[in-house]
T-cell receptor, first 113, second 113 residues
Framework: DSGVTQTPKHLITATGQRVTLRCSPR?????VYWYQQSLDQGLQFLIQ???????AKGNILERFSAQQFPDLHSELNLSSLELGDSALYFC????????????FGPGTRLTVT | SQKIEQNSEALNIQEGKTATLTCNYT??????LQWYRQDPGRGPVFLLL?????KEKRKERLKVTFDTTLKQSLFHITASQPADSATYLC????????????FGSGTQLTVLP
């Protein structure tokens, strides 16, 4: 158990809908990262927050947004969902920024029908 | 663009042998590399971090090497066991303002009993 929690575990929704994925980092970790993993793309970095502020952005679509709250939990919002958004979404946390190992949560499996 | 490649999609070896996985990178000279293990449907688990000034690092049956001349990292599992069967990912921290972890596509290792 990495200490990172993600909810929900599974999510099935229709195209055009909006969903929110939630992540609680390990106790004491200030950085939260979001990744998307699909079969054909591998593990893709989406966005990073550090202590409530956005610090790095990867190939995150404009339809996706995230935030980190004062209690350090984070939410990833996915809107106008398309079939191609079906994937595993992982949250990871680390102690700081940069050269730290990342601890991954169990993931949320999103299926868009 | 910065690229990281794991040049074996799948590797099958006999129990007790040493598994060697390769990670190559191009257009970049990372200061360090990380290796993760991922089991199906689960989040990656951090294994080892090696810095550019460390030629080799060990942890129990795991050994990682980092050759900055060849732009390559090798990951070894000695005395392999069926429980070592998983996908192994290498990753480096990209340069520039968006310092994100870039992951390779992974090598799926199967240790046959």
């Amino acid at each position: 158990d990495s200490g990172v929690t993600q909810t929900p575990k599974h999510l099935i929704t229709a195209t055009g809908q909006r969903v929110t994925l939630r992540c609680s980092p390990r106790s004491g970790d200030l950085s939260v990262y979001w990744y998307q993993q699909s079969l054909d793309q591998g593990l893709q970095f989406l966005i990073q927050y550090y202590n409530g502020e956005e610090r790095a952005k990867g190939n995150i679509l404009e339809r996706f947004s995230a935030q980190q709250f004062p209690d350090l939990h984070s939410e990833l919002n996915l809107s106008s969902l398309e079939l191609g958004d079906s994937a595993l979404y992982f949250c990871a946390s680390s102690q700081g920024q940069g050269i730290y190992e990342q601890y991954f949560g169990p993931g949320t499996r999103l299926t868009v029908t | 663009s910065q690229k990281i490649e794991q040049n074996s999609e799948a590797l099958n070896i006999q129990e007790g042998k040493t598994a060697t996985l390769t990670c190559n990178y191009t257009n970049y000279s990372p200061a360090y590399l990380q290796w993760y293990r991922q089991d199906p449907g689960r989040g990656p688990v951090f294994l080892l971090l090696i810095r550019e000034n460390e030629k080799e690092k060990r942890k129990e049956r795991l050994k990682v090497t980092f050759d900055t001349t060849l732009k390559q990292s090798l990951f070894h599992i000695t005395a392999s066991q069926p429980a070592d069967s998983a996908t192994y990912l290498c990753a480096f921290l990209s340069s520039g303002s968006a310092r994100q972890l870039t992951f390779g596509s992974g090598t799926q290792l199967t240790v046959l009993p």
